[in-house]
């Protein structure tokens, strides 16, 4: 067994950030990485995804984009050659292809059993990704046979899927984006849409990653909303990393042909059954936009900024007066369902008591128990806590509190 | 993201706290938090008949009101019938319509807006050939159900708008009515 004082699990945008702000503070540390740096990206994500913040903020500690494109976006090889850029600038010290199996509690520390031997460590950082796994709806399994099933995991682009029909369920980013992709495949494409949030790429000429950054929402902290579960579960804004749509909401893909209905609610007897609450949450959504907006003019107005353009509002969404109710499973038109229902992490191997009733890890801004963290997670202390610009910022503050720890044990 | 500056307590007579309250308790014991509600059915006569409503079941024991409630149900003249009460779709419109507005008396006090008046109109469209039985593809159910809502409160027309999206949103006869529901019946 090796001993080492302090473990980093991943070598993702977090576990980088962990180790090059434990690096600054001279705190001596390994990281465990079940592949290679920025595994996830490289291997779990859709071929033309690009991140939705601007490369100009993909800020990390002691790193930044220096390339041609600030204002574009990074497609996944660019964000993995980002990633192993900082790597090898920090000199961060990382295991690769050491898959974590276990971590038990050990004599005031933990024990980590991996694939590659065993470790042992005074203070563990959890940095192993927020959407190792994909969150299906359990009545997937109600789904007739003969229909292919695949998850935004597993999807990579539109030649995968057989001809024919895709129901589409969730209006996230990664719903929107895949309904559009396969739609412009040629594919007849569904779209069931819940709860979602509608925003404008531009707004007044500038990026709207930009805007939520300026005015402070990217930096909210937990305690100055009053309901942190439920911010921690809000779903992704529909964002794609391209300047060539204003908006890749509802309208946009109604525009381009796909069918949108509400809720996936129910299947029964081969029937899927979707929800009549679709223009609830088209409403809820352009008003959600709307009070953003309302921030981002209040807040422009007192700036007096040069080279901003006029305060605008959009055309409320074109919500469909009649979405369909029900659509037969069995009859041929549907022949693949993509579930876009979001990501959730997989912490299977951490056999320890610090999980709610429902399997999530329990935590305060990041701190689990005693000499255990954990970074990267939606919200975990400030709203772009699971963003690559904000990553850093918890990063830094998890680092401070080891060295705060250790100089108390130490004393 | 607004605040409104409260000059005076705003009061729609919510008891907002112990709604709050109940929240932190039932996080505790969510075992507490599963209510069944029942509604008893006498048939009078004809399309007559009567509900009577009391007893459910939450907080982990059967609980029993100080009053019993009846909602009384018939089909109108144009059906023949002797129109002592209304329809049960009409009762269902009734329950959307009460649910929604109870919903957002109780968002517009957790969020400080002071209302004056609100009504609600529910209007729901049944081609009843479907019930009939006359055509496989009418169905039985309302085709749609639209429900105008009129507000006068002290907030904006965005902030009454939200009001009313919220409450949509929590809405248990919403729900009951735009979601496939399972639903068993059995003779005794």
Known sequence: ??????????????????????????????????????????????????????????????????????????????????????????????????????????????????????????????????????????????????????????????????????????????????????????????????????????????????????????????????????????????????????????????????????????????????????????????????????????????????????????????????????????????????????????????????????GALQHHEGRVAPGLYVLGLPFQRRRNSALLDGVGHDAAAIADDILFQRGRSAA | MQQNVITKPVSNGVNTEALIGARGAFEQMPEAAAFTFRSTCDWNEGTNNTNTINGFFGLGENQERKQTFRIDSDHPEVFAAADRAPTPPEIVLAALASCLTGGVAAVAQHRGIQLHKMRAVVEGDLDVRGILGMDQEVRNGFSGIRVAFEIDADATPDEIRALVAQSQKRSAVFDILTNPTNVNVTVA
């Open chain 1, 1 to 358: 067994m090796t001993y080492i004082g302090t473990i980093i699990i991943g070598a993702g945008q977090a576990g980088l950030a962990m180790s090059r702000c434990l690096s600054d503070r001279g705190i001596r540390h390994v990281l465990l990485e079940r592949g290679e740096i920025a595994n996830s990206w490289s291997h779990e994500r859709w071929d033309s995804l690009r991140l939705l913040t601007p490369n100009w903020q993909s800020r990390l500690p002691g790193f930044g984009y220096d390339g041609p494109d600030p204002d574009g976006f990074m497609s996944m090889p660019e964000i993995v050659g980002y990633l192993r850029d900082y790597a090898r600038a920090s000199d961060a010290p990382v295991e690769e292809r050491t898959r974590v199996l276990s971590v038990t509690a050990s004599a005031g520390g933990y024990e980590i059993q991996t694939n590659r031997g065993a470790w042992r460590c005074d203070t563990l950082v959890l940095a192993s990704g927020a959407c190792n796994l994909a969150s299906v709806p359990a009545l997937s399994a109600q789904v007739p046979p003969g229909i292919e099933q695949i998850n935004a995991l597993g999807y990579r682009n539109p030649g995968q899927l057989a001809p024919g029909g895709v129901l589409v369920v969730g209006a996230s980013a990664t719903g929107v984006q895949l309904a559009a992709e396969i739609r412009a495949a040629g594919h007849e494409v569904t779209l069931a849409a819940g709860e979602h949030i509608r925003v404008p790429r531009q707004y007044r000429g500038r990026d709207i990653q930009w805007w939520l950054e300026v005015t402070g929402v990217h930096a909210t902290r937990t305690d100055e909303v009053d309901d942190l579960r439920r911010a921690r579960g809000v779903p992704s804004l529909q964002l794609a990393g391209s300047h060539e749509q204003p908006f890749c909401d509802l309208g946009w893909l109604i525009a381009m042909g796909v069918e949108v209905t509400g809720r996936l609610g129910a299947i029964r007897d081969g029937v899927a059954l979707f929800s009549g609450g679709l223009a609830n949450h088209c409403a809820l959504s352009d008003l959600k936009m709307n009070r953003l907006l309302d921030t981002i003019d209040a807040w422009a107005e007192t700036c007096n900024l040069p080279g901003i353009g006029p305060a605008e509002r959009f055309a409320p969404t074109p919500c469909p007066s009649a979405p369909r109710l029900t659509m037969p499973l069995g009859d041929g038109r549907i022949r693949t369902i993509l579930w876009a229902t979001g990501f959730r992490p997989d912490h299977s191997w951490l056999q320890l008591p610090v999980f709610d009733r429902k």
